[in-house]
Structure formats: structure tokens, C-alpha cells
């Protein structure tokens, strides 16, 4: 009896916690017909925001790619003293609030800013460009994708990297051959992530880069700048967020998949996650 | 065959490794887990950087902390077969054979009978199948040294005695120094001709198997090479004779010269075991209770009070030898050595 009650109990919880979790996104759907939100969708400011929001996240991607890929393999292969404190560092970003990254990216790169004068006098304005809302997108993002590239990097058994360097590889050719190859499930995870979190970026983008169209007038900025004008628009952007976010979801799980767990040497470490 | 040549220190995480040893021919380096083989290995991989010491293989100098030369292994003419293999999960048989040498890969599987397996995954193969892709991945580099991390540990009991074969045979026809590291000593002792015993990163006896059964230099050189080793005091009675009065008790006579603290070092063949107090030329004589009965091929290890005797399974059979019952074990003052114990 008492057994019956408390499965009920569980039952009940996951279900209001599901319809609570699910309402809203199922909300922006139904608010009004379908047929609208289409039609919404060849708007002006959504289709400007649309090519804002993916060239400044794309070019940021890259930059995270690009600079994020050799940092966490270097800390995930390295000892050295100060190497908590690195990892640490790389990682604050994803906690602080983002109105508070996008002050700091003033304080950093502004007019009056600690770089402000140096990037001046060499003619480059920052702030309340497109080069701004890509900066704000990389500084939010990338602690993301390189957390999950150490972690990826780490699992990697150390045998095999030893393995390589003893059978005549070098250093570059056993990092292509051999560890990028065995990270790229986690790699791709960590990239999805980021990926999804630089195109919902908002408080940074806002403080740093404004919200002006066509320049620096992403998504989510839309949305806001939209809400009280037209608010079928910022329904019909919502809506493709939804399904972009989803569709980021379902290939983040396609790739921890068939990442390569498989190991013939036993490995130190346990295998990656798919989060 | 250009020999090679180590002499380098390393520390380790509890002691030091310390190591002097030329290899020519197959070397074992024998010990428990944790005396720092593996480390030795990967040091002349130049996997880790001794930070004293010379590495070189014949003329080709790999390390000299006196010229501070270190050669990164890719740069080191070096085959080493890792313990698990170490195979890349995410390639082919064919594609790990090609990673050092693509022009001999079809060469090596085929001489390793793993052709038919050239498209399957390392995940898909057998224990034994692992390692031929392992040796032959490692000989296609052409190496002029070959380094094993415990060739045979990772396979069970029922494949390995044919791949010890095997291997046996291969490292003789390659014609290289070869090294590997083991805790078993029956291994070292059938694919080596010289064996070191190391212990807490100290080499204690190099020596031939032979002559390490023979003349083990202490108790655990001794115990290691599957001997008895009973502990006593020694007392000389004359020229000939020492009496070891064993701590369980018992007395022992040895022919060896003996003083103090000893160990007596019996091998398990060189004792028999007897239903009734017998009368022969065997000094010593042991009564106990049988503890355990192994069967090991087609003889039988027998656990005598503090003693192992090892008789054919026939004699075993004649003797109805089970757990509990009470037998005498004996043997020859002749055939005891005694090691002095620390």
C-alpha cells in the first residue's frame, strides 16, 4: 500500500516537472497558427538577425575551434604547477553572469577601456561593431567547448600516444593520426554545446555590442528589441530557436554515439560522458 | 647485431632505478610488480628522460646526460610492445601494421598470419590475434632493438603456453637484442638467455636461468625462481654439515656452508613424498598434513606443512594424496642451498 503511494508520488512529481519543462517551449507553437509564424519568418528584422546571428557565431566557432583545440590539449597532457588555477580560469566564464562578462569586455576592449587606447591608435573600434557580438559570443562559449575537449583529450590512453611516438610518428603527425581522432566524439559534444550557447547569447552581446539591425541585431536581441513592436515576430524567432536548439540536442546525442570508446589498452581514466 | 647498452638512474615514485645491462641476444628482466621494469623500458623508448646516464644501441647514442643528448623515441630505432598492446582502436589491422612503414605491412601480416584479419578492428580480435598485430605493427618500423612489457600476461593460461612458443621462436629468428620484463619467472626463463632479477628498481642477480635455480645470491632471487624457502638459524656441525633449525621447528641438515639467520632454498622436484617413515639416504624429513593438492600438467604440486613437492600425477595416484591426509616429505641434505637473510 505504502509502496503503491510512493511510486504515485514519484509519478506525480515527473509529471508536473515534464508538463512544467515542456509547457512553454509547446507554448510558442500554439500561441498562434502555425501558418503565421511562417509568414513572420521572411520579416526584415528576423531574416536580418538571422544572418547576423550566424556569421558572428560561425566566425566565433571557428576562433574557439582554432585557439580552444591546442589550449585543452595542453592542459589535458601537461603537469604543471599552476595547471588547476589554468583550467579554473578557462572555466569562470561559464559561471559569471553574463551583463557581468559583457562589463568586462568593456573594461577590456572599450573606448576606455584597458586595451581601448592601444586598439585605438591602431584605428580598431570595438565595441557596438559585429566584431563585438563575436567577441561576446567566443568569451561565453568557448569555456564549453574546451572543458569537454579536456576531458575528451584526458581519456585518451596515454599508451597509445607513447605508441605512436615509438613507432617513428612525431609529435604533429601523432596528434592528427591518433589523439584527434580518438577525441572527436567529445570534440563535437563540446563543439554542439557551444555552438548552442553562442546562439543564445544575450546579456554579453547587449552591454558589448548594443542592438542595432543588421549590424549587431542577433537572435535573441531580436526577440527583446521585437516584444513590445511585434510580438508575432519574436513568437516566429523563438520558434526557430526552439528548433535549433533541439536539432543541436539531437546531434550532440548522434555524436557521443559513435565516438570511438572502443580501446584495446586499458585506459587511466574513465570513459567521457556524453554531457 | 649491434648490441645495446643501458646505464642510466631514474627516479621513481618510492626509489630509485638504477640499472646497468648490456643486451645481447634475449634478455629477462624479472621482478614483482611495482620494482620499476616497465620504467626501464621506457626509458631506453625515451618515453622519460633518465636524468643520469647512457642509452645507446651499438654506435647510435640515444641518450648522454654527460653531452645532454636525448633522442625523442621517434627518433630512436626502438620496438616496444606495450603490455595491453597498445593497438589504435580506431584503425584497421592493416592500417596499425602501416603507421610506421607502409611498404612492409602486407610483408608482416603476412607473416604473422593476421592477412585475413587486415580490415578488422583490434576490439574484434583475440588475445593472441592482439599480439601478432602488436609485433608485427612494431616490426614494421625495423627496429633495431625490441623492447616487451609482459608479453604474455595479457593472455589466458590456454593460449599462452603456444604463443611462448611462438615467440620464441620469432625472437630467435629476428636475430635482434630483444628485452623483455615479466613477474614470471618460468617465462623469462623459457624465452631468455640471460635473466636479471630487479627488485625496488635494483638489479639483485643477472645470470643464465640455469644458473639463477643453481646459485640464486639471495632468498629472493630464490623464491622467485619457484624454490622452497624455509627459514631457520644455522648452526655448522662440521666441515660438511650445517643443522638449520627452522622457525616452524623442524631441523635441516645442508651440505652448504651456512651461519645465523638463513634461508634453505629446496626446489619442489627435489623433494619426494612417502606414505611411511622411510629409511633412506634423504636426510631430512618432514611430517605434515597434505594442505593442498595441485594439479599442474601432468604433475601434481603437493603443500607439506611448510613445504611444496612437486611428483608426476602417477605417483600422486599411487599415493591417494588428498587434502588433510598425513604423508613425509623428504629430501637430500645435497639438494639444499642456504642464502643468508637479511
Known sequence: MRKALLALLYFLAAAVALAFLTLPMLAIFVHVPPGRLIDQLSNPVVTDALIVSFKTTLIAQALVLLFGTPTAYLLASRRFPGRSLCITLVELPLVLPPA??????????????????SL??????????QSAVTIAVAFVASPLYVRQAIAAFEAIDPNLVAASRTLGAGPARTFFRVVLPLARGGLLAGEALAF????????????FAG????????????????FEVNFDVTLAISALLVLISAALLISLKLTSLWQPSEQTSRSRFAPLSSS | MAALRADFTLPLRSFELELALEVEGTVALVGPSGAGKTSVLRAIAGLVRPPRGRIALGDEVWLDTDTRLF????????????????????????????YAGKQRADEYLERFRISHLAHAKPTALSGGERQRVALARTLARGPGVILLDEPLSALDAHTKGTVRAELQELLHELGLPALLVTHDFEDAAALADQVGVIVDGQLRQFATPSELVDRP???????????????????????DMTLVQLDTGELVYSTEWGEGDVGVVIYPWEVSIGRLHQDDSAMNLIQGEIRSVTAVGNRVRVRIGPITAEVTASSADKLEL????TVYASFKATGTRLVPLA
Request: glycine fraction near 14%; charge should be positive; hydrophobic fraction near 45%.
Open chain 1, 100 to 117: 557581468v562578462a559583457g562589463i568586462g569586455l568593456l573594461a577590456a576592449f572599450g573606448r576606455f577601456g584597458l586595451l581601448g587606447s
Open chain 1, 120 to 129: 585605438g591608435s591602431a584605428g580598431i573600434t570595438l565595441p557596438f561593431t
Open chain 1, 196 to 207: 548552442a550557447r553562442g546562439l543564445g547569447e544575450f546579456g554579453a552581446t547587449i552591454m
Open chain 1, 211 to 226: 542592438s542595432l539591425q543588421r549590424v549587431t541585431q542577433t537572435l535573441p536581441l531580436a526577440i527583446y528589441a521585437e
Open chain 2, 71 to 98: 633522442r625523442k623515441p621517434d627518433e630512436r630505432r626502438v620496438g616496444l610492445v606495450f603490455q595491453e598492446y597498445a593497438l589504435f582502436p580506431h584503425l584497421t589491422v592493416q592500417q596499425n601494421v602501416a
Open chain 2, 217 to 239: 645470491t639471495d632468498a629472493f632471487v630464490a623464491s622467485f625462481t619457484g624454490a622452497n624457502l624455509l627459514r631457520g638459524k644455522a648452526r655448522r656441525l662440521d666441515d
Open chain 2, 322 to 325: 588428498t587434502r588433510g591426509g
